[in-house]
């Protein structure tokens, strides 16, 4: 049974304490992210999303992700999607330009393309290779939660799983949905 860590570090904490990476794999169809519904269901009526990355919704964030990346920081995201793709990873595509534009790397890889990658039951970020928080999701895709674990064997899988996705997934501005 891995180790959890006990702490209770907000994200922001974790990753203004990263050094070197901060990696992310998203595995899921549909993410029911209550701060973001109202802009889900506006781009859903209209196609339109903001792409402000001052904006009130984005500016939390994007700050974030630009003091990491100054600080020498390597920020990388893959997600995992199944195709055709859902409505909400239409959504979230047309919102990456903004996590790009301020210093995230995105690749996508189709699901059938994973069938032979050792991956973790749920998605996580992983901190300079030394702690994985992993974030717990309802069916309906509501946060249930964080568990943060150091065990190296945990750490390794969640690395060679992320290495793996990151290698064979497409970059987004490649990437068609």
Known sequence: MPQ??????????????????????????IYGVAGEAEEFEQWKR??????????????RWTALVRQAVARGVVMRRARIVSEP?????????????????????????????????????????LFDDRLVRFNHFTGDGDGAGFEYVEDKAVIKLCADAFAAVWERGVPHEEFKV
């Open 4 to 29: 959890k860590k006990q702490q209770r570090a907000s994200f922001d904490e974790l990753l203004n304490s990263a050094t070197h990476s901060a990696v992310h794999l998203e595995m899921r169809d």
């Open 46 to 59: 209209t196609g339109e999303v903001d792409l402000d990355p001052e904006s009130e919704g984005w500016s």
């Open 85 to 125: 793709v859902s409505q909400y990873i239409k959504y979230e595509h047309a919102t990456t330009a903004v996590n790009v534009t301020v210093g995230e790397q995105v690749r996508w890889l189709p699901r059938r393309r994973t069938s032979d990658i050792a991956l973790p039951g749920n998605d996580f970020w």
